[in-house]
């Protein structure tokens, strides 16, 4: 049973950090892609950065380019999201996402997902 459990999440100030991690069991991720999306309240689901499990290619939202880092540890199959400079509009529901095969960036293109962790950033 594939499970993805997010955590790391919180209150923070303007210009500060957080790390999110996503814990992810059920399957070899070999072959998967992994990703954070985010929901703020009364919006739509945003892509923000992916991850190629195996062969560790990225990919990022153009708007957190440079002050977001996504990574894994083999070892304890697990996803990161680094978070630094963290502004008021990156308050939101982060949710960790997989899917097998190609890095997209479409939430519909995922069908594996965690229960999401809220980071909130006061200004």
């Known amino acids: 049973q594939v499970q993805l459990v997010e955590a790391g999440g919180g209150l923070v100030q303007a210009g500060g950090s957080l790390r999110l991690s996503c814990a992810a069991s059920?399957?070899?991720?070999?072959?998967?892609?992994m990703a954070w999306f985010r929901q703020a309240p009364g919006e739509e689901r945003e892509f923000v950065a992916a991850?190629?499990?195996?062969?560790?290619?990225?990919e990022y939202a153009n708007s957190v380019k440079g002050r977001f880092t996504i990574s894994r540890d083999n070892a304890k199959n697990t996803v990161y999201l680094e978070m630094n400079s963290l502004k008021a509009e990156d308050t939101a529901v982060y949710y960790c996402?997989?899917?097998?095969?190609?890095?997209?960036?479409?939430?519909?293109?995922?069908?594996?997902w965690g229960q999401g962790t809220q980071v909130t950033v006061s200004s």
């Open positions: 991850l190629r499990w195996t062969a560790g290619s990225t």
């Open positions: 059920g399957r070899a991720w070999s072959g998967y892609t």
């Open positions: 996402a997989a899917r097998q095969g190609a890095l997209l960036l479409r939430q519909y293109n995922y069908n594996y």
